[in-house]
């Protein structure tokens, strides 16, 4: 079975929730600043609301995409990297990519596609379990010819 490019993603409420989420945060950030240092209130609040924004729309954005054969590109709300293929070694339960670094060095990478976050109480985890069996499809098939063989 051939799959073409695909995007997986968190259910939106919760990419909605974890990207109004930041700005408070970074709110109380700035006034946590503000109370520990003395420094002008202005610039510390446009550092702090401008990065929490970068974040919160970093987090609505977050995804992995299956785009090609050879390697996926998973994005987080604070880093975005390819693997390829055929470096992944499984995908767990928990939403961890485990990989081998060249060299042979092992490496795991929590996604937000395919784990729940703490706060949402295990609220659509059948969308993340399809999008971790979505992965492990892809790392499976993608590389396979249609006749069932692996690609040389």
Known sequence: MRHGPRTLRAPAGHRVVAALASPVVGYFVARLILELVDLSEVPVYAVCLSVAAALGFRAWTARIDLRNNEAMRVHNTLVSQSISRDDVHRITERGRIEWRRSGNRAARSLSETLRSPWWAFGT????????REEVRSWVRTAGRRPDGQPAA
């Open 124 to 131: 659509a985890a059948t969308t993340y379990a399809r999008n």
